[in-house]
């Protein structure tokens, strides 16, 4: 194997591991928002028609 070779191994690894890194924090903010909304509708009370 060349240097070169040797060299952009690792560096695609990080950027493999960069891009799951964006799609773990998106994920994340997603389910952080999620659960915010889940809990400001149990702390509500529920409407009831009469």
Do not use: W
Not at 25 to 41: H, I, P, Q, T
């Amino acid at each position: 194997m060349t240097l070169n070779g040797e060299l952009l191994q690792p560096r695609q690894q990080v950027e493999e591991q960069e891009k799951e890194i964006r799609r773990l924090k998106k994920e994340n903010d997603f389910l952080g928002e999620a659960s915010a909304f889940s809990a400001a509708g149990r702390l509500r009370p529920a409407k009831t028609k009469e």
